[in-house]
């Protein structure tokens, strides 16, 4: 009961809190406009891959919620608004599901509502290779998510702090399955030398989740009552940073995910810019379908795949690898981070 609680308390308080004044270093970079672009409309492709796992478009919606009874009708709306979108969809944590063998159902749902989705299991980093493995068959995955969620575990009462565990339990997980497995932040971002660590333990899909969009340092703080844990809602690396720095370590045959704030087709397609192969959102597309209904979210996320078509075609992109590599301005705080890091502005990565 105390687990299912606190699934609902996210879910509350995710939507009262929103984003909050994060910022998720975005709006420092701007692109270039292509006044000779050879691309047509009908002629752009954004297909994409996460590890050997191919998505006809490189928008998902990231893990939200699960694990309580009143959750199994918001799952089952946003696997019927991904099949309308077409888009992949991540579920939330399973972890508890899976220890303590209740609430199978509210994942579950997910396949019985979209037979055919491309959908995302989700444990902790402290979860065996036999828990990973019944997530995944519980929605039959076709890719695991693994989180790391350090900052939310320290401020939450109930939190799991046996943070010196969790490079161990990796490489015990990193074969424990067939499917594509993300390594997930939660909201406080990779930087380099933490996903060269994970490439070096056999990892090599990686969701960085940066900092700009929904906080569970914010959530747990006012779930908790705690002013002093108020502070670390603004705690972690924004997500263009967290891009960069991923950008600048990523192995050909990697694949980086962007989340964290992204809120439009517009940062969408600044995400894939800076190396992404795909973007994910979850408290917005929440929010459109808890404040509007379906036909909203799936409009919502109709209109970030235009744009960020469109966006492709007034950059001369064709193709979501050629978006990877399109011309970019950076300012402000993010041309900071850049040069503090000792990156050149113009450095780009080839894969």
């Excluded at 908790?224 to 720095?245: H, V």
């Excluded at 408290?283 to 109709?302: D, I, K, P, R, W």
């Amino acid at each position: 009961m105390i687990r299912e609680q606190r699934k609902l308390d996210h879910i509350r308080y995710a939507l009262e809190l929103g984003d909050g004044e994060r910022k998720t270093g975005l709006e420092d970079i701007r692109f270039l406009h292509n006044c000779l672009t050879p691309v047509e409309p009908d002629r752009v492709d954004i297909r994409t891959r996460i590890g050997n796992l191919k998505l006809p478009v490189p928008v998902m919606i990231d893990a939200i919620t699960g694990g309580a009874d009143r959750v199994k009708e918001i799952n089952r709306k946003l696997a019927a608004v991904a099949g309308r979108a077409g888009v992949s969809l991540a579920v939330g944590s399973q972890y508890g599901s899976v220890r303590e063998g209740q609430h199978a159902d509210t994942f579950a749902v997910i396949r019985e509502e979209n037979p055919d989705g491309i959908f995302f299991a989700n444990v902790s980093a402290l979860a065996t290779p036999e828990e990973a493995r019944a997530a995944v068959d519980m929605i039959r995955a076709d890719a695991l998510e693994i989180h790391l969620n350090v900052t939310q575990e320290l401020i939450m009462p109930e939190g799991d702090k046996q943070f010196s565990l969790i490079r161990d339990n990796l490489s015990r997980l990193q074969d424990c399955t067939n499917v594509p497995i993300i390594i997930k932040e939660t909201g406080c971002g990779m930087a380099a030398e933490q996903i060269q660590e994970l490439q070096a333990m056999g990892f090599s899909c990686f969701n960085i989740a940066g900092l700009g969009g929904t906080s569970f340092a914010a959530i747990e703080a006012a779930r908790g009552r705690n002013t002093r844990y108020e502070k670390f809602a603004s705690w972690g690396i924004p997500t263009a940073w967290s891009l960069i720095d991923a950008a600048h370590v990523a192995k050909p045959w990697d694949t980086v995910i962007a989340s964290g704030g992204i809120r439009n087709g517009w940062q969408a397609a600044l995400a894939i810019a800076l190396g992404a192969d795909a973007v994910a959102m979850s408290g917005n597309v929440l929010t459109m379908l808890m404040q509007n209904g379906e036909e909203a979210a799936v409009a919502y996320l109709q209109d970030v795949i235009a744009d960020l078509k469109d966006i492709m075609v007034l950059t001369g992109c064709r193709t979501v690898r050629e978006l990877q590599r399109a011309h970019l301005v950076y300012t402000g705080e993010t041309m900071d981070f850049i040069r503090s890091r000792g990156y050149a502005p113009l450095d780009r990565r080839i894969r």
